[in-house]
């Protein structure tokens, strides 16, 4: 078998205190949680309200993307808002999920500028 074509970096990619990671075992707790949320099921390979097996299963699933080269899968530590970022916008109507049109929300960083 050959080597993957990409590996996880030594340090965690961080920007503040928002850290992306490898999903680790101890995230069913949150996986199962964000299974409850009726738009996730809909975009991703996650079964809604998921047992603690399935989200095992799942979590697995993930971290063996990388070394199939089909993905990169990685947990997010903080939310935008915990994360600095400030809500810019409401995208009225703008994706579809399933059979519906959903709203989405904007956030972003500013870059501090000096003014002269």
């Keep these: 078998m050959s080597e ?7 340090t ?11 999903f680790r ?3 069913i707790g949150a996986v199962i949680e ?9 975009v991703t ?3 809604a309200w998921a047992t603690a097996e399935q989200a095992a ?15 990169f899968s990685f947990a997010i530590i ?3 808002e915990q994360g600095g970022y400030l809500r810019e916008g409401l995208l009225r109507s703008h994706q579809r999920i399933g ?15 000096n003014t002269l």
């Design 78 to 80: 903080r939310t935008a």
């Design 34 to 42: 964000l299974s409850t949320d009726p738009y996730l099921p809909l």
């Design 4 to 10: 993957p074509p990409y590996s996880w970096p030594a």
């Design 57 to 71: 299963d799942w979590i697995a699933l993930q971290r063996g993307r990388l070394d199939e080269g089909v993905g």
């Design 25 to 27: 075992a101890d995230d």
């Design 12 to 22: 965690p990619p961080r920007h503040g205190d928002v850290v992306l990671r490898e």
């Design 99 to 113: 059979d519906s049109r959903r709203d989405m929300l904007l956030y972003a960083a500013i870059r501090a500028t």
């Design 45 to 47: 390979t996650l079964s």
